[in-house]
């Protein structure tokens, strides 16, 4: 079986208790933490910044996986990388200079990942990909959890699992948006290999059972055993 794995998306936890809702996930069997930055700029909506991150980093040593919905994007990264994330992904669109960014991250010490929105063409991966450690497939409209998947997604995924197959490079493939129990096996055989899950994970439980997201995690995983 293929070396899956799954983020959990913070944006869909509870925040009253985001200590507890991170190592309950993370108990559970998640692999990274997903976390979402929203500027009410770039996307219509407004999220969490560096000093959240800072505050998460004691409580795991799994990957804290950062997507930014920001724009201008620059200035914002060092401060990411100083507050403990290990992978930080941007939109092409919020950057004047993409190649100049993803240096910049990986200035930082820390692995680049691009985004692309619904519309947005893979023609900015033609001369960036191999620098690339993970490549990011939105298959909602950013801005918003809770959204459906949109099927056009999983020919965007074929499309970009080709090119980094044919760079021979261990580049992550990761999908966002809508993923859930019954299309998770469907997107795995499309060419992701790391899946973010929100509401599908942390709508499963809202008490204080530190095991109430075991079941989900694992239904997640059995979907993906059958790929």
Request: charged share 25%; proline share 5%.
């Amino acid at each position: 079986m293929a070396n899956y794995r799954i983020a959990p998306s913070i944006l869909s936890a509870n925040f009253a208790k985001l200590g507890e809702e991170i190592t309950a996930v993370i108990d559970s069997g998640a692999d990274f933490i997903h976390f979402d930055v929203m500027d009410n700029h770039y996307v219509p909506n407004l999220t969490i910044g560096p000093l959240v991150c800072e505050a998460i980093r004691p409580l795991t040593d799994a990957v804290i996986d950062v997507h930014l919905m920001v724009e201008p994007v620059d200035r914002i990264i060092p401060d990411f990388a100083k507050a403990g994330a290990n992978i930080i992904s941007f939109h092409p669109e919020a950057s004047r200079h993409i190649d100049r960014t993803i240096g910049l991250i990986k200035e930082q010490g820390c692995k680049a990942g691009m985004v692309f929105n619904p519309a947005t063409p893979l023609n900015y991966l033609d001369h960036v990909l191999e620098k690339l450690d993970l490549v990011l497939i939105m298959s909602v409209n950013p801005g918003f959890g809770g959204q459906q998947f949109i099927p056009e997604a999983l020919e965007k995924l074929k499309s970009v699992r080709k090119r980094i197959d044919e760079t021979g490079k261990n580049i992550l493939l990761e999908i966002d948006g809508g993923v859930k129990v019954d299309n998770i096996a469907e997107i795995a055989r499309a060419g992701a290999d790391t899946f973010v899950a929100g509401s599908a994970i942390y709508g499963a439980g809202r008490d204080s059972d530190p095991h109430r997201y075991d079941s989900v995690v694992a239904a997640l995983r059995a979907e993906l055993a059958r790929v």
